[in-house]
């Protein structure tokens, strides 16, 4: 990703260079504190803004205390929302009952929020990145570092699978980090424990990131695996809606931790074959295990796979009821996926990433999802050699 | 020309017939296996016949696994060391409270280059204290190798045709593929690796994590914190198997025995559902045994104690807060509520919570 640095001409060497600028880091973290923002204003944006407020205002030596929040201005009852949130620090129209910190300032401009930034938290819709980017770009401080909190991910010109974090940083050009692994906002916002992975794509960030967004209740774990960690968030809605076959079949538990495990086994293959590098321990973090067992049972994906097969209707006519105004990401995912693996002629390579985006297209019965596992070949993966404990 | 390969059914239980229907179809299919399989029965009169007669003429275990045929090259034998004597492959497949005496009536009277494979889920209480491995008790007793298979399996389930998955755990390479043809079957497929203690103590450790599982249902916490817990657990799952049977592959985790088990386990299985009501009824494990198992005892509650004692003997407890506080939960040096505070500030957090990748 980073560009090569030229070589210094004088040949003073990288040491030297290296030194300077360590210590005009130094020199700039001495004058000015670590200042953040969030983008975003919706359930899981006033959830997650509660623990940055708290956190930054208890480091105050090296953060901000002030954190602007980018809230999209609609009227609720005859006033502003800002202004609701700045007087009573309640977002009343997605989280109410749930009280802010005072140092979390709601503004109605973007530009506003995010300009003086260092960390910028997006939380927005996956629809609304390009033109907040688009909004944003060149007005962001060049050192600012992004932290994408969206689920989700665009399709590419060719059929590619083009992740939030690449989209934030083509359109914005400034590094992205990403944080997953809890997806019911509620449950944080309720403080009951939970889990979450950043992936930190800026070294100097990894620190800061695990402090703003922990809590005593929900501990966060820092890689440097970025891809990985968003790539799973988004392979797993592959898996939920497979489980969710087969909760709609009435199949039994094992037949679907048969699938689940498969599943993973996929995830961990194509992580290998699209995105090398990336490390086996990112897998046992919550963006890997633990978000697709909350998946395969208490997804959206999963309930949408269990309407689909017990209604028999078509997915394009439940989507609008079962999940409105959310993409159903299981079957558009699958769909991006199988591109991918054609193009690099994998397709029976990954029996389930196949034959899920079979059944979405209605190409397969269902029943072929179990067919699919029976026949399916072990020699997949062979971690053996290289994963000694 | 090798001679054919014998196999013996030790066992008649449940899970003992629903595999006999797997393994007969097998022997009688290939080519390298004797056709005629012994199965092991304890002799029980039936409505005034014996339970071996009628297995062997109605081809149909009616105590144990009722409304399903076996396969008529199923003989049932109610004499153990008979059915045995000539077997090359023998399957234990008995409650493992039987198997000492077992191996004692054994010794001597096998093939002595006969394998054993258990499928048996537990573990026996070593001396002093500990996990015994029921693979280990057989190969200490009766002097030869023990594979084991363990997986998301549940009896009925396979007797039916129900698709699952299942792990052969085999130490010696060379009988890997014999077993595998001998248990596969198109809708229960087989993955053998030669890790076979970490694939028994996967099948005993998931019932530890169960049981968290079942208190974090309980104290109805949500999904994202069961997750958390069932992640965790699996974490000092690796841990544990890391330090106490060293040489342990990772891999081994991603089968069938591994995750697939434990989350069937956390989701449906009856440590999380007597855990649960654990929490809600505030009765005891004991009369919940009772009341929601007739009796019958639970396992996790039991391996939680066991693998406590190791760990304590180690100086280990605080690296494996969970299965810690799940054993002090059980035995009510701890509310139940107090689970998440002992795993708050789990080593996984704390140790290695920034940039965690190196240690696996």
Not at chain 1, 375 to 380: C, V
Not at chain 2, 70 to 82: Q, R, T
Not at chain 2, 98 to 107: D, H
Request: hydrophobic share 40%.
């Amino acid at each position: 990703m980073n560009e090569p640095k030229p070589m210094n001409p004088h040949g003073s060497g990288w040491a030297n260079e290296l030194a300077a600028v360590d210590e005009a880091y130094l020199h700039y973290k001495m004058a000015d504190k670590i200042s953040t923002c969030i983008i975003g204003s919706g359930n899981w944006a006033t959830t997650i803004a509660r623990n940055v407020g708290r956190n930054v205002a208890a480091m105050a030596n090296t953060m901000e205390p002030k954190v602007y929040m980018y809230v999209y201005e609609e009227i609720v009852e005859g006033r502003k929302l800002t202004e609701i949130i700045n007087t009573t620090h309640i977002n009343v129209k997605y989280m109410p009952d749930f009280v802010l910190p005072e140092n979390i300032v709601a503004v109605d401009d973007i530009v506003t929020a995010a300009r003086d930034s260092d960390i910028l938290i997006f939380a927005i819709p996956p629809t609304f990145v390009s033109s907040c980017c688009k909004t944003l770009l060149g007005k962001v401080k060049p050192t600012a570092h992004a932290v994408s909190l969206i689920k989700g991910f665009e399709r590419g010109d060719d059929g590619q699978i083009i992740l939030i974090s690449q989209i934030i940083m083509r359109q914005l050009k400034v590094s992205c980090s990403v944080m997953v692994g809890c997806n019911l906002a509620h449950e944080l916002a309720n403080d009951n424990f939970a889990e979450g992975t950043v992936g930190c794509r800026d070294q100097k960030y990894y620190r800061v990131l695990r402090d703003i967004f922990k809590s005593e209740t929900f501990r966060v774990v820092v890689t440097e695996d970025a891809d990985c960690v968003e790539i799973c968030s988004t392979l797993r809605n592959i898996i939920a809606f497979a489980a969710g076959c087969s909760d709609g079949m009435e199949l039994n538990e094992n037949t679907k931790a048969g699938i689940i495990r498969r599943g993973f086994l996929e995830m961990l293959q194509f992580v290998d074959v699209f995105y090398p590098g990336c490390r086996m321990g990112t897998f046992f973090e919550a963006c890997g295990i633990s978000d697709l067992v909350t998946s395969c049972y208490a997804n959206r994906n999963r309930k949408l796979a269990e309407a689909f097969v017990k209604t028999g209707k078509p997915l394009c006519e439940l989507e609008h009821i079962l999940i409105s105004g959310h993409e159903p990401l299981g079957p558009v995912t699958a769909e991006l996926v199988h591109i991918l693996l054609k193009k690099k002629g994998l397709v029976d390579k990954f029996p389930l990433f196949t034959t899920v985006y079979k059944i979405c297209m209605g190409d397969l019965p269902l029943t072929r999802l179990v067919e699919a596992l029976c026949q399916a070949s072990e020699d997949i993966f062979h971690p053996q050699h290289t994963f000694q404990l | 020309m090798a001679d054919k390969v014998n196999v013996c059914i030790v066992g008649s239980g449940n899970w003992g017939s629903a595999i006999a229907k797997i393994v007969g179809a097998n022997a009688s299919a290939l080519p390298e296996f004797e056709e005629r399989v012994t199965m092991f029965v304890y002799e029980e009169m039936i409505d005034g016949k014996k339970l071996t007669e009628i297995i062997n003429e109605t081809h149909e275990n009616v105590k144990y696994l009722k409304g399903h045929k076996l396969p008529p090259n199923v003989v049932a034998v109610p004499d153990l060391v008979e059915a045995a004597k000539n077997a090359d492959i023998l399957i234990f497949v008995v409650p493992h409270q039987f198997i000492p005496n077992f191996c004692k009536q054994l010794l001597g009277k096998i093939k002595p280059n006969a394998i054993a494979i258990s499928l048996i889920k537990g573990f026996d209480k070593a001396e002093g204290g500990g996990i015994d491995l029921i693979s280990h008790i057989i190969t200490r007793h009766l002097k030869i190798p023990c594979a084991v298979l363990m997986g998301a399996n549940l009896a009925n389930e396979v007797a039916e045709g129900n698709f699952c998955e299942t792990t052969i755990g085999c130490t010696d390479k060379k009988y890997g593929k014999v077993l595998r043809d001998l248990f596969q079957a198109n809708h229960f497929r087989v993955v053998v690796v030669d890790d076979a203690d970490a694939v028994e103590v996967c099948g005993a450790l998931k019932n530890i994590v169960a049981c968290g599982a079942g208190f974090v249902d309980g104290l109805k916490l949500g999904d994202n914190t069961k997750a958390a817990v069932i992640r965790l657990g699996l974490m000092e799952m690796i841990r544990f198997v890391d330090v106490f049977y060293p040489g342990s592959k990772l891999s081994t985790f991603f089968e069938s025995c591994g995750v697939a088990d434990l989350i069937t386990t956390c989701y449906g299985g009856r440590n999380r559902r007597v855990s649960e009501a654990f929490v809600t009824s505030g009765k005891t494990i004991e009369e919940l045994e009772k009341e929601m198992l007739n009796g019958q005892k639970l396992q996790g509650p039991p391996t939680a104690e066991e693998v406590n004692y190791m760990l304590k003997n180690k100086k280990l407890e605080d690296k494996f807060p969970l299965f810690t506080a799940i054993h002090k939960i059980c035995t009510n040096q701890l509310k139940p509520k107090d689970l998440i505070d002992c795993i708050r500030n789990h080593p996984e957090h704390m140790d290695t919570s920034i940039m965690p990748s190196p240690k696996l």
